[in-house]
């Protein structure tokens, strides 16, 4: 009988030791962001041609873009200039976000004004261009802006709720469900600032680049209007060489 407590007694122990160095070994949503954005970021610069169709059911509109990124040094900078339709050919958007302060600035081009606007505080989280991504969805979030919670897990993917730093934010939280196989986000939940869902971001393909996953397409819906943007990257280049004149104002003039 001593035998057999003892036994159960050190097999318990031995349980004990596996969870508790589990539990050490487990991930926090903090370190799991970290990883999605070193991936996600994973390369400096990228210029991309873009298909963005926008609309519902039948009534849909195609626009092609060009859209530049950039990033390090603790910034983040996007310009996006649309090619066609004619009708928006020349307009322009540039936006830069100061990763430490959390300050974005952005700028838009009309030709038929002459001239570069600056967007405005909640300006910046208006539409882009009639498309469901807004301005500044479209260069994305820096883990840095945001604190994150590991909510669940399965073989697949992790589940990541993360609550913005500034209460300036258009978003009062965002649910992640991540890759854990390549620490991409596949999918993103967008909640208003009353805490209901509004749109819902699933990145749908990635080009293997050097060994690194490559985001080429994306669709953003809106969870209100039932309305859909497709944002496909029909040709992508990364690690080009870029310099902060080639972003901003200036550059949209």
């Given amino acids: 009988m001593l035998r057999l407590e003892t036994s159960v007694w050190f097999a318990g122990v031995f349980a004990l030791v596996i969870l508790m160095s589990f539990e050490t070994q487990a991930q926090t949503g903090e370190e799991i962001m970290q990883e999605v954005n070193a991936v996600m970021g994973h390369f400096p610069s990228a ?3 873009v298909d963005l169709t926008t609309g519902k059911d039948n009534r849909k509109r195609k626009r092609v873009l060009r859209l530049v990124s950039k990033q390090g ?28 302060s959390n300050q974005r600035q952005s700028w838009v081009y009309l030709p038929s ?35 994150h919670k590991l909510i669940s897990q399965d073989e697949e993917f992790f589940a990541i709720t993360s609550t913005p730093k500034s209460k300036k934010d258009a978003y009062s939280k965002l649910d992640y469900k991540i890759g854990k196989s390549d620490n ?61 004149y080639d972003f901003g104002p200036e550059a949209l003039e």
């Fill in 47 to 49: 210029v991309a041609e």
């Fill in 113 to 147: 004004l002459g001239g570069v606007r600056e967007l405005k505080g909640s300006q910046q989280h208006e539409s882009f261009f009639g498309s469901d991504f807004s301005y500044s969805d479209l260069m994305g979030r820096d883990a840095g802006q945001d604190t």
């Fill in 184 to 244: 991409t986000i596949r999918e993103i939940t967008f909640y208003d600032l009353k805490g209901e869902p509004l749109k819902r971001l699933t990145n749908i393909d990635f080009e293997n680049v050097d060994g690194v996953p490559v985001l080429l397409k994306s669709e953003m819906k809106n969870l209100k209007s039932g309305s859909v943007t497709l944002l496909d990257r029909t040709s992508i280049q990364v690690a080009v060489e870029l310099f902060d």
């Fill in 73 to 100: 040094d603790g910034r983040r900078q996007l310009i996006a200039t649309f090619r066609e339709p004619a009708a928006v050919r020349g307009v322009g958007f540039s936006t830069e976000l100061d990763v430490a």
